[in-house]
């Protein structure tokens, strides 16, 4: 498990009610859970999740399982819902 930064951004920040966080986590989709279990009573959040991209460091996560997009120690991870109606 790697050690990583997620950083969230308009509707994510809202809803996670954060603007960043560490957790611990391998894989993108074992961000997301973390995520999701941190702020079980985040209205919202799963949604905003689902419609959202990602940056690892700053890349496109790109279009795969997030199951097969691993993460590295130190990694900051940018959670980006879609901007002015997108």
């Known amino acids: 498990m790697a050690?990583?930064?997620?950083?969230?951004?308009?509707?994510?920040?809202?809803?996670?009610g954060i603007a960043?966080?560490?957790?611990?986590?391998?894989?993108l989709a074992e961000v997301l859970a973390a995520v999701?279990?941190?702020?079980p009573a985040a209205p919202g959040l799963a949604a905003v999740l689902a419609r959202s991209s990602?940056?690892?460091?700053?890349n496109q996560a790109g279009t795969g399982a997030p199951g097969s997009?691993?993460?590295?120690?130190?990694?900051?991870i940018?959670?980006?819902p879609p901007f002015a109606g997108g």
Request: overall charge negative.
């Open 3 to 16: 050690m990583v930064t997620v950083r969230y951004w308009a509707a994510a920040k809202q809803a996670a």
């Open 20 to 27: 960043e966080e560490m957790l611990t986590a391998s894989t």
């Open 36 to 39: 999701l279990a941190r702020h």
């Open 54 to 58: 990602f940056l690892i460091d700053g």
């Open 69 to 76: 997009v691993t993460v590295h120690e130190g990694a900051v």
């Open 78 to 80: 940018e959670i980006l």
